[in-house]
DNA sequence: CCTACCGATCGGTAGG
DNA sequence: CCTACCGATCGGTAGG
């Protein structure tokens, strides 16, 4: 078990506990992704919490159990360490999003499962890595910010033929580009404001958000 | 006219083309609340478009010609800067939403206009403030956030009578309490992508809100 | 509002 | 992955 070095205590270097002398070898290549993880869980944690530039690699190294230069072991900047939180969490959600999506679903059964999805890949587990995807951005690279692009392309391209085919039937009320952006605004923003205290579930959510922009069939 | 260092040369002092020798005593008080003013014009600029801790305070001294440590002329310390931003803008954004509402307005008329009013704060004159406290509140202390809250709770006070008359009369299908969270987001989330080149206009954009979320009258 | 400066912190690296 | 360290930058201040 790692102990965890309080970070509000900064003259105090972190205890580490792990014993030096244990074998390396048998173990090392599930080690290194082991490690490598919970550098990214905690580095993902911390800048959500603090943001990307109030965080500093030593924090990131304390809170693993780490001496402040090791992050660099495992990535070659502080600006990698945030890519690929951003790429994993992208990916995350991309296969939830591919898994939730079922073949005969109409499309207002296929919207509300995109939006179940959306809601779990925002609050459920590994919950920290999309929020650091939507709030710090700024702080990639123009390189990097092309490769998130992508991902969130992919993401986005999903929603499109079912929004079409909402407004096809009068069920959606906007041109299927402004709803998307309108309707992925009003989901990420819970971010800012959901609690795991949950005064609502994520299923109460989503069927607030379809009652919200979804309406009745007719004209 | 004020000469611009560039923030991107930082080895060059900033270039100061002010006149020493001008008469002072006579303006000093108007020149005062202009600096002040600059001062909160180009933080809001920089926090908002660096963030507020990659922002430095050279940075903003640089942007409106003045010399690394005179800010704190103005402003007791760097988040004192960051609190009047916010202040301000939400000062402001309170003044245009009362301006916006008028007496005889029915509930979708009422609403309509929040949401123009709402558009403007964020992509109108001064857009820079309200955006610096949408993304930047981590940076407040505790006390001052609590300060801004309070006008926040002001600014969402003035929509609730509007959104639960909506909810009332099946416009609104949503506890209003929720509605507000969703419909908040939806707008708030523009300022990710509403750019100037306004492919839609602000009015264009408070129609198709009203479309996605205001249902037609009925059961 | 400028000058000159301080202590603290930061990302990153060499060498093991 | 640790040790020991560097150069750069930062918020802020005294004194004028």
């Known amino acids: 078990m790692i102990v965890r070095a309080l970070a509000t205590v900064p003259p105090a270097p972190p205890v580490v506990k792990r014993s030096r002398g244990r074998p ?25 919490r603090k943001g990307f530039d109030a965080t500093s690699t030593r924090d990131i190294a304390a809170a693993v159990g780490m001496h402040s230069g090791s992050p660099f072991y495992h990535f070659k900047s502080k600006a990698a360490l945030l890519y690929a939180v951003m790429d994993e969490g992208m990916r995350a959600a991309l296969a939830r999003q591919a898994s939730a999506l079922q073949p005969h679903d109409d499309p207002r059964q296929a919207l509300h499962r995109l939006i179940r999805s959306h809601f779990d890949t925002l609050h459920g587990p590994g919950r920290d890595f999309i929020p650091v995807m939507l709030y710090e951005s700024r702080s990639l690279s123009a390189r990097q910010r092309a490769g998130i692009a992508k991902l969130q392309r992919d993401y986005e391209a999903v ?3 079912v929004l079409r085919s909402l407004v096809a039937s009068g069920r959606l009320r906007v041109d299927a580009h402004l709803a ?9 923003w819970s971010v800012q404001w959901f609690d795991a205290k949950k005064r609502a579930s994520l299923d109460e959510l989503t069927d607030a958000a379809m009652a919200l922009f979804v309406h009745e069939e007719s004209a």
């Open 180 to 188: 998307r952006l309108l309707i992925f605004g009003a989901l990420n």
């Open 24 to 48: 390396r070898k048998t173990l090392d290549e599930r080690d290194e992704g082991n490690r490598r993880q919970e550098l990214l869980r905690a580095a993902a944690r911390l800048f959500r």
């Open 159 to 161: 929603w499109m033929p």
